[in-house]
């Protein structure tokens, strides 16, 4: 702390320092996607000249991130500690830079080809530290280490790096020595193990009733693995293990993360909890008394708590009451200096180049990887091509509007219209499609005439509550080959809707699935089918959908 402080005012800035509040990747207020849970400029000026010691930034490009890393860095009266959820590389969420294939993509490469997984998997951390550090990050919150064991998970999916614990663990563990020898932390993710939930804890707090003899044998693998990996950091979840602490979510349980985490697997680096205004603490806790439960149970730092000074003052009032430990928070402090100082300090971009090598887009070598993992991981089967229209082109979205991956342009939408395929999009905004009838869902007066190529994008987000949506894919694929319409299926997303209908189209029928949604996956998926030619390489940009605060 600085000599000038009074004994007052040094706690006041070394419990801001342990606080990672959110902002929007955009420098302007008015272009805030989320202002309920992004600050506005007034207020990040404020609580970085408090002492708030790290900002976790979403939305915006890439370039709109270099210059907002820069801008926060100098309101800052400490060095900050800049994250971002960029699970599937930098351009899931800033658009200009790589957007790779979901994770669970590799863990189907990794059945057939451990050795090419595992590389893959190191180029993916890589690839996502670099373009990170030349925007301004140190810190990736990622890799997930969750085991997704449980198909009908709607928040982890193919977010997991894979299915069983030694193909997520060796995964994981991959990712994190590419991404932290590019001078950038990773942070492994939700300890201790949010795969085997079919809950949101966006939405509820999910309880996982397995016994300690069974967390150690799939939940917890993957950690050790990312420990041993010398990852930086490790994200808390907001769970309920009865077998740990029958009483308190993980993310507030001091035999979870001070017992389990810290004592029996020898973590050193920094402990930092989910977003504290996710509902399954929000709507149990106080937003301030929340932040003093996580640093009691052993948290190092509080990511969002719901009123940043509220969190403050009250971390200060539990210190001053003998509640919290004032020598506990110290360590904390230096455990974060420690993980800073492994990182570069000047960010990965010169002066005379603000985006280092991303001023034109990614790199060639990234946009050969990230072209690579859609190639290896894009599954065919039938034969032939689907036919030009007129005709149909069915498309399910989560929500169409500000959806990234599907803007008018996208492939999706032009690939098939240039074959004459009308677009029919089911987003739950327009007209709905459904005619009540279980055996034949789909109302296909409404669709026209012509053949239908039916594109389900389908994976687990956050705030849905289920990984598979409510609509009746099985029986719409019956009653289009029925009718004789049907001409070819593409899901982008997730394996399981792919694995549940592929046993129920016609043998010679085109279908393809991509782990991807961006669209490079589009491109590389319709080409397949017969619609235009392969893409060219280009990353696939845009930031992912959902309003989720962390993932």
């Not at 709607?154 to 020898?181: H, K, M, S, Y």
């Not at 769970?239 to 979870?256: F, G, I, K, N, Y």
Request: glycine share 12%.
């Amino acid at each position: 702390m600085a000599p000038s402080l009074d004994p007052r005012q040094a706690l006041d800035r070394l419990a801001a320092a342990l606080l990672v509040v959110r902002a929007s990747g955009h420098p302007a207020d008015g272009q805030r996607r989320y202002p309920r849970w992004e600050l506005d400029n007034a207020s990040l000026q404020r609580l970085l000249r408090r002492g708030v010691g790290g900002v976790i930034l979403l939305g915006g490009s890439a370039a709109e991130l270099r210059l907002r890393t820069r801008q926060l860095a100098a309101w800052a009266i400490e060095p900050l500690l800049l994250c971002a959820d960029v699970e599937e590389g930098v351009g899931q969420r800033f658009e200009g830079a790589s957007w790779l294939v979901p994770p669970l993509a590799l863990a189907r490469i990794h059945a057939a080809d451990p050795a090419l997984a595992l590389d893959l998997a190191r180029r993916y951390g890589a690839c996502t530290a670099r373009e990170a550090r030349q925007l301004g990050l140190n810190w990736v919150l990622a890799p997930v280490c969750d085991v997704n064991n449980n198909p009908a998970n709607p928040v982890i999916n193919v977010r997991a790096w894979g299915e069983d614990p030694g193909t997520a663990g060796a995964l994981a563990a991959a990712f994190c020595r590419g991404a932290q020898a590019e001078g950038v932390l990773g942070c492994a993710k939700h300890f201790p193990g949010h795969g085997d939930t079919a809950s949101d804890s966006h939405l509820e707090l999910p309880l996982l009733p397995h016994s300690r003899a069974r967390l150690e044998a799939v939940e917890l693998p993957p950690f050790r693995d990312a420990i041993d990996a010398d990852v930086a950091a490790v994200m808390t979840a907001h769970l309920l293990l009865p077998a740990l602490d029958a009483e308190h979510p993980a993310t507030l349980s001091r035999a979870v993360l001070t017992g389990l985490l810290r004592e029996e697997l020898g973590f050193q680096g920094l402990i930092v909890t989910d977003a504290l205004v996710m509902e399954a603490i929000a709507g149990r806790y106080g937003a301030s008394e929340a932040a003093v439960l996580a640093l009691e149970a052993g948290a190092d730092l509080v990511l969002m708590p719901g009123d940043a000074e509220g969190a403050i003052d009250a971390i200060v009032a539990a210190v001053r009451s003998g509640r919290l430990s004032l020598e506990q928070l110290q360590t904390s402090l230096e455990r974060r200096r420690l993980a800073l100082a492994r990182c570069p300090a000047d960010g990965g971009a010169s002066a005379s180049s603000p985006l280092g090598s991303l001023s034109n887009g990614p790199s060639a070598p990234d946009r050969a990887l990230a072209l690579e993992l859609v190639q290896r991981s894009l599954e065919r089967r039938g034969k032939g091509s689907v036919g030009a229209g007129p005709g149909v082109n069915l498309i399910r979205l989560d929500n169409s509007l500000g959806c990234p991956f599907l803007p008018g342009g996208a492939p999706a939408l032009a690939l098939p219209a240039a074959a004459g395929l009308r677009a029919c999009l089911i987003d739950g905004q327009g007209p709905s499609p459904w005619s009540g009838d279980g055996e034949a869902p789909l109302a296909l007066e409404r669709l026209g005439e012509g053949p239908v190529l039916l594109q389900l994008f389908v994976r687990g987000n956050p705030f849905r509550g289920r990984a598979d949506g409510p609509d009746p894919w099985p029986a719409v694929i019956r009653q289009l080959q029925a009718a004789g319409r049907l001409a070819g299926l593409a899901v982008y997303g997730s394996p399981y809707a792919w694995e549940t209908l592929q046993p129920l189209l016609a043998p010679d029928l085109p279908a393809a699935w991509s782990a991807g949604q961006m669209a490079l996956a589009q491109s590389e998926l319709l080409g397949r089918l017969g619609f235009g030619a392969h893409a060219s390489g280009g990353a696939g940009h845009g930031a992912a959908a959902g309003g989720d605060f962390t993932d």
